[in-house]
């Protein structure tokens, strides 16, 4: 009995010298940046820098991008399963803000074997392209039929029915990542 009394004082005594206060903080060290909202001046300036970097040279962009493929298809006849087997459907994409869940569904993209894609949103095709994959690399380069579309590359991550891009800087896409799942032909024929 005087063990369990003797327990219960233990356990009072630490409870009570445990404080439940809650720790100060030390104020930031950097204190956020509110000159560009009151500064007119430096808003305007950056959102001209901001304007410039999207301004890039489409029709040199693409004859670049398609030198490289004629190159690689001409160097590289490989098949490769890994993005070719089946068809991935997109289910997130990040583009300085994450997609909405659902955002994407239906919307698939089909990498097929003689090096050329389809793209588009279940039964209907929305586009097509040219691609090239570098398997030691990991990088995919994706140039659309479309002319006024700029080429693309992205760094593959790719692990049984999950593939992950991951925009390069090459053509200004590395602010882009988005998932996709592998899903089987069926996703062409289904209706919106």
């Given amino acids: ?3 369990c009394r003797y327990f219960l004082i233990c356990l009072a005594i630490v409870i009570i010298s445990c404080k439940n206060d809650v720790p100060e903080r030390p104020t930031p060290l950097i204190k956020e940046n509110t000159e560009y909202e009151e500064n007119p001046l430096k808003r305007e300036r950056i ?80 586009g097509s392209g040219r691609f090239s994959y570098h398997f030691e690399r990991g990088e995919l380069l994706m140039v659309d039929n479309d002319s006024s579309m700029k080429p693309q590359e992205w760094t593959v991550k790719a692990v049984g029915d999950v593939m992950v891009l991951v925009g390069t ?5 590395n602010a882009i990542q988005m998932k996709l799942m592998r899903v089987n032909d069926k996703i062409r024929t289904k209706s919106n």
């Fill in 47 to 126: 959102e001209e820098m901001k304007k410039k970097s999207k301004n890039i040279n489409v029709p040199a962009l693409r004859a670049q991008a398609i030198s490289i493929l004629n190159y690689r298809a001409e160097k590289d006849t490989n098949s490769y399963a890994i993005i070719e087997a089946d068809i991935w459907e997109y289910e997130f994409v990040y583009n300085g803000e994450m997609s909405k869940p659902g955002e994407y569904t239906g919307t698939w993209i089909d990498f097929l074997k003689d090096g050329t894609y389809e793209y588009g949103k279940y039964s209907e095709l929305q």
């Fill in 169 to 173: 800087a090459t053509y200004k896409d």
């Fill in 1 to 3: 009995m005087n063990l």
